[in-house]
């Protein structure tokens, strides 16, 4: 997303009076970087969590055990508990999150590198969505971080 278009986006909080944070697992805090990396963007951003662990999901923003153990730190349902948990932390309008493999593969069957979920909540409203990424490590986590931008985008649309 072009610095553009993403003040643009960061306008659009400050003249809603709203902000916006991060929960962060496998881009571990590029998303909050980028949105950092735009003037003024203090404005609109006052925390933003990185939660590499399961731990850390439970102790920051309140993933519940249950989830973990269930689904897994990899799974829809960590990406909305980490999307609503950010909001509610941070006392933010909206949040994003994302979780996800993004390499290298811990095994010759492991087929799981590239899969990322982003969740979004704004307002209260969650979406998540699933991805599959192809790339080396670091392509999967800047794709993730582009994706999380333009779900933030779709979001203030709502």
Request: glycine share 10%.
């Amino acid at each position: 997303m072009s610095d553009d278009a993403l003040g643009g986006l960061l306008n659009i909080l400050r003249q809603r009076g709203e902000t916006v944070t991060t929960v962060e697992s496998l881009t571990a805090g590029l998303i909050s970087a980028r949105i950092a990396d735009i003037p003024g963007a203090s404005d609109v951003m006052k925390r933003a969590y990185v939660t590499y662990c399961d731990e850390a999901k439970h102790e920051m923003v309140g993933v519940s055990r249950q989830t973990l153990e269930t689904y897994t730190a990899v799974s829809a349902q960590t990406a909305q508990e980490m999307a609503i948990g950010g909001a509610r932390q941070a006392h933010a309008a909206l949040c994003l999150a994302a979780t996800g493999y993004a390499g290298p593969p811990s095994g010759p069957d492991d087929h799981s590198v590239g899969l990322v979920y982003l969740g979004c909540c704004y307002r209260g409203q969650v979406t998540v969505e699933e991805h599959h990424y192809q790339g080396s490590r670091n392509e999967v986590r800047e794709a993730a971080r582009e994706d999380a931008l333009c779900l933030m985008a779709k979001a203030l649309a709502w």
